[in-house]
């Protein structure tokens, strides 16, 4: 009798075993084509979850741009971002996967990501009669006495609101050149504008920026 139970309990630990390699098997099949099918889309279903996250954390304000002849990602990068090392943000906008693919004429969306449009927040500094009637970056002249202001990436033509954040004052400017090249200062303001915000003695004044509007390109 005991030896017939043993016979039973071998028969039942060899049925068990060949069960779960065939269920371990079955796994990992399954687990390779999942893997598979992973590999495939992975990038999009990267994209789809990084805008899901970006859905609910941040707004996107977007501005278009048509590519023109010889314009490559990293070179339309530095002209918005002042860096060609953006350019793979302007690629998940538009669902490139090369940045060889590209087309002239063709247009991408170009965006500019924020929790309440895009703000920043750090050091202003002001420039005046020093570069008064020479060429800004936008091809306009500066007028010192006009509400404009320099910026690195923002596009040209972009309209923003400056907080001084020591006083509360704010103004409207327009962004027509590029700057401030000093370290750690984040716009540099026409003198009217600086003197509007009370920083003219001061030189530099920490301060909010935030995007009113961005024009198309």
Not at 71 to 99: R, T
Not at 141 to 161: F, N
Request: proline share 2%.
């Amino acid at each position: 009798m005991r030896k017939l139970d043993l016979t039973i309990l071998s028969t039942l630990i060899v049925i068990f075993c060949s069960v779960s390699v065939l269920v371990a098997i079955e796994y990992l099949q399954i687990m390779h084509v999942k893997n598979r099918i992973i590999a495939r889309n992975g990038r999009d279903e990267s994209r789809k979850a990084l805008k899901a996250i970006k859905s609910n954390t941040k707004k996107e304000i977007m501005t278009e741009y048509i590519v023109k002849d010889g314009d490559c990602l990293s070179g339309i990068s530095n002209k918005f971002f002042g860096s060609g090392v953006e350019w793979e943000v302007i690629a998940e906008a538009n669902n490139i996967d090369s940045p060889d693919e590209i087309q002239t004429d063709e247009r991408l969306l170009i965006p500019f990501r924020s929790s309440e449009g895009y703000f920043q927040k750090g050091t202003a500094s002001w420039y005046g009669k020093l570069f008064h009637g020479k060429e800004t970056a936008s091809g306009n002249i500066y007028d010192m006495y006009s509400y404009t202001a320099a910026h690195r990436s923002l596009p040209l033509g972009s309209k923003v609101r400056v907080t001084n954040l020591q006083n509360g004052k704010d103004i409207i400017v327009k962004i027509n050149d590029r700057g401030p090249y000093t370290k750690n200062r984040i716009i540099d303001l026409s003198y009217s504008a600086a003197k509007s915000l009370g920083i003219i003695d001061s030189g530099i004044q920490d301060v909010k920026i935030e995007v009113l509007s961005i024009p198309n390109v």
